[in-house]
């Protein structure tokens, strides 16, 4: 995993990071450069479920947390389906499943 250098707060009410990576890290950007989200394992602090269905519990699934549940207060719910991506980063002892939802869900 990435570690954190240094840090400097600028004028403009933003931090300036220095980042160190190994070279697999940066591969799995694949070049994308802009738009990186930095997180920590520490921070994560929503208790979420895997659900097994199926022989064996074969399939799994992850459980949406409560609070991140789409409610439509509408009496005529209109049927959408959410745009949602996943990147899946392991290291030695974890495995990470970052899904990104996103708030304004568009019919595709």
């Known amino acids: 995993m990435a570690q954190l ?10 931090a300036m990071c220095l980042i160190e990576a190994n070279s697999k890290e940066m591969l799995e950007l694949k070049g994308s450069l802009h738009n990186v989200y930095a997180f920590s394992a520490k921070s994560c602090k929503i208790n979420a479920k895997i659900i097994g269905m199926g022989l064996n519990h074969s399939v799994k699934y992850f459980e949406v947390p409560e609070n991140m549940v789409f409610k439509n207060d509408t009496k005529n719910p209109v049927k959408e389906k959410l745009r949602i991506s996943c990147q899946i980063i392991k290291d030695d002892s974890k495995t990470f499943c970052i899904y990104i939802v996103h708030k304004s869900p568009e019919l595709s």
């Not at 250098?5 to 403009?12: G, N």
């Open 5 to 14: 250098i240094s840090k400097k707060a600028l004028a403009s009410g933003k």
